[in-house]
């Protein structure tokens, strides 16, 4: 999904597509770049037009946890929030896939708001997936292992980058599990063996 006007919410909405692309800054950006780290003042929301964003929240510890991605078509629904009672961001979000977005202004954000309900719209039906993004984020810590997390992180890339072949290292599946990469390793090992994945450097296929 590359254009705005493909949005569910904003088809039935010409002038808000128009003002959205009027009002927004278009920026592209390379896998691994940071859109908005943690603790940042939050002038303005990103709409993923193109490409793919991961949300993470570090610990006070140091370690990362991956909270949910956002894909073309959808906004950090953090962003809203924090930037509408103007709070510093929780959250760090970093280019998963090559990323062009389009970022609105705080103050369009809440105009919009206003005069178009299906801005509105927009932002409650990204509320609502965020909340259940969350929901099995929790369902996972709680009550699945660890090596369960891993493979059905490992599917997720698979789904979101359509290639069954993920460039990435043990460490950067430990930090968005939250977990050691020792650990990931290990597990990494055990599923290879098992024959559900194949192990190259800094490649991971799954079979």
């Not at 943690?38 to 929301?45: P, V």
């Not at 509408?84 to 961001?89: G, K, N, R, V, W």
């Not at 709680?142 to 090596?147: G, L, Y």
């Amino acid at each position: 999904m590359e254009q705005l006007e493909q949005i569910t919410e904003f088809k039935s909405s010409p002038e808000l597509v128009e003002q959205l692309y009027e009002n927004g800054i278009r920026k592209e950006y390379k896998t691994g770049s940071i859109i908005l780290d943690e603790n940042a003042s939050i002038r303005s929301i990103h709409i993923v037009t193109k490409g793919t964003l991961k949300v993470i929240r570090t610990e006070e510890d140091g370690r990362e946890i991956l909270l949910y991605y956002i894909k073309a078509g959808e906004s950090c629904i953090m962003s809203f929030l924090g930037g509408m009672h103007h709070e510093t961001s929780k959250v760090k979000a970093e280019v998963e896939e090559d990323a062009e977005i389009l970022f609105l202004p705080m103050d369009k954000v809440s105009l919009f708001i206003k005069e178009y309900p299906q801005w509105l719209d927009y932002i409650f039906r990204l509320y609502h997936k965020r909340f259940e993004d969350l929901l099995e984020i929790v369902n996972a810590i709680t009550f699945k292992k660890t090596d369960e997390r891993l493979l059905s992180l490992l599917r997720k890339k698979r789904e979101l980058t359509g290639n069954k072949t993920l460039s990435l290292t043990h460490e950067q599946l430990a930090n968005e599990l939250g977990t050691a990469r020792v650990v990931v390793s290990r597990l990494l090992k055990q599923l290879e063996e098992n024959g559900v994945v194949q192990l190259g450097r800094n490649k991971i296929t799954l079979m």
